[in-house]
């Protein structure tokens, strides 16, 4: 089950980027965390790739709604670094890694910055 659940993760495509099911992308990877820490512990930091790649690639998307969540989750997982007491967030050593790594905030404010939404 936890094998499907991190394949299923891997293997987002770009068309499910841009449905609405990916409202529910922090509640999967959240269930897939939790779970992780408590059946196979070896895999919390595996979890946390997956969900850093797919944050990633919501923000590179051409499409509007995408790169919102995106933005979104990215505030979401600074916001949950912040908090020493929840287990299933990810240190805001590694956030902070991430997006200088990965260029967050140039990849953000690249495109359609004038555009009033963003």
């Known amino acids: 089950c936890m094998d499907v659940a991190f394949q299923f993760s891997k293997n987002i495509k770009e068309e499910d ?3 609405k099911d990916m409202n529910y992308f922090h509640d999967l990877c959240f269930s897939l965390k939790i779970l992780c820490q408590h059946i196979w512990p070896d895999h919390a930091a595996e979890c946390d790739a997956v969900r850093l790649r797919i944050i990633g690639r919501m923000l590179r998307t051409s499409h509007y709604n ?3 969540n995106g933005l979104k989750e990215v505030s979401r997982l600074i916001e949950e670094s ?3 007491k929840l287990k299933h967030a990810i240190s805001g050593d590694v956030v902070m890694e991430w997006m200088t790594d990965n260029r967050i905030l140039s990849v953000v404010l690249e495109g359609n910055i004038d555009q009033g939404q963003y």
């Open 66 to 68: 995408c790169r919102m």
């Open 82 to 84: 912040e908090r020493k």
């Open 17 to 19: 980027l841009k449905s």
